[in-house]
């Protein structure tokens, strides 16, 4: 349904997107996940068709976005991130905004109470509807800009950061929107938070400095890292912090050393980059440099842990 391909964005000489590639199947909920100023929504503006791409195409149910735009337009529904929330006018009551959308976008006049109505029972804003956007809940408000993306029926959803600056009872009324909404829509979403992302999409990317750092789903990158993956030894006395990271990281797939003092003890922490035991590696370097092991215990990185080292790129 989405196929984004080689994609690259340059904002004059600055780099924002380079190189991203995924596809995103009929249905399927895709997490964009990613630290601010990673790309996120210059991407999903992409995919609008608001910017166009510096280089790399992308494909909306088989129209071209930089070829035709406005086939592509009539597919998506887009709720932007504003200063303060989703891009509305605040001044406007709900309904006479969503008259302004629906105009805007083109719903043919005889369509559009019956487009608007439905848009907001599926946001569930039918009760707030002659209020004024400005003194409603932020809640509320991230409802009425989904209800705005939801004018027209699109076949896709694009929603840049949908639960930023909500209280975690509306972060779970709206994610629970979301997935209702799964199947029929496909729906790209971003945030820069994992749980939000892990707990609503079935499909990750994950991007940092504009570039795609991992693709998976979310069993899958968990799942990666089980078993053992970081290994904690504890070795007696307190050897030379570089020599002991030297001899370490001479052992094969290993990622990461980290070498800390602890009281009368040295604690060295290794994560390995491939599948293998890495064990019997770590003992015979202890063995070698005539170093005591007291301890040696391996765990699995959390998910969390996953991000934040893909995205700070502490490889060694
Ligand atoms: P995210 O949505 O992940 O926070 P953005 O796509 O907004 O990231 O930004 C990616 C990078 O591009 C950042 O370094 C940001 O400063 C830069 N950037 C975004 N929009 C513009 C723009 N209109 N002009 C120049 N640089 C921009």
Same mark, same amino acid.
């Given at each position: ?11 004059g000489?600055?780099k ?21 100023g ?18 790399g ?8 976005v930089?070829?035709?735009p ?10 932007q ?5 989703p ?47 400005? +003194?409603?809940? *932020? ?7 989904? @209800?705005? /993306?939801?004018? $027209?029926?699109?076949? %896709?959803l ?25 199947g ?7 945030s ?7 707990m ?7 991007i ?19 078993g ?14 570089g020599?002991v ?20 003890s ?5 994560? +390995?980059?491939? *599948? ?7 003992? @015979?370097? /202890?063995?070698? $440099?005539?170093w005591? %092991? ?23």
């Open positions: 349904m989405i196929e984004v391909k080689n994609l690259s964005k340059f904002y000489p600055t924002a997107v380079e190189n991203v590639s995924f596809t995103v199947g009929k249905g399927e909920i895709l997490g964009l996940l990613g630290p601010n990673a790309g996120k929504t210059t991407i999903m503006r992409i995919l609008t068709g608001y910017f166009q791409p510096t280089s195409s992308v494909k909306i149910a088989g129209f071209d930089v070829e035709e406005l086939e592509v337009k009539k597919r998506i529904g887009y709720m991130e504003g200063q303060q929330g891009a509305l006018y605040y001044e406007m009551t709900v309904s006479s905004f969503l008259s302004f959308a629906a105009e805007i976008k083109g719903t043919p006049k005889k369509d559009r109470s019956q487009n608007i109505l439905k848009a907001m029972e599926l946001a569930g804003i039918k009760d707030v509807r002659h209020r004024i956007i400005g +003194r409603l809940s *932020s809640g509320y408000k991230q409802r009425v800009g989904l @209800a705005q /993306a939801l004018l $027209n029926d699109p076949e %896709i694009i929603l840049d950061e949908p639960t930023r600056g909500l209280d975690p009872k509306q972060i779970i009324e709206i994610r629970q929107l979301i997935k209702n909404m799964a029929e829509r496909t729906i790209i979403l971003s820069h938070i994992l749980p939000e992302v892990s609503t999409c079935g499909k990750i990317v994950i940092d400095k504009g570039e795609k750092v991992a693709e998976d789903t979310q069993a899958e990158l968990a799942k990666k890292l089980e053992g993956d970081r290994v904690v030894v504890k070795i007696k006395g307190k050897p030379d912090a020599e990271t030297k001899e370490f990281k001479k052992i094969k797939n290993l990622k990461e050393v980290r070498v800390e003092a602890e009281g009368n040295t604690r060295i922490e290794v994560v +390995r980059s491939g *599948s293998k035991d890495i064990r019997e590696d770590l003992f @015979a370097t /202890a063995v070698e $440099n005539n005591i %092991i007291l301890e040696m215990k391996s765990s699995s990185l959390s998910l969390e842990e996953v991000f934040l080292r893909l995205t700070t790129r502490e490889d060694v």
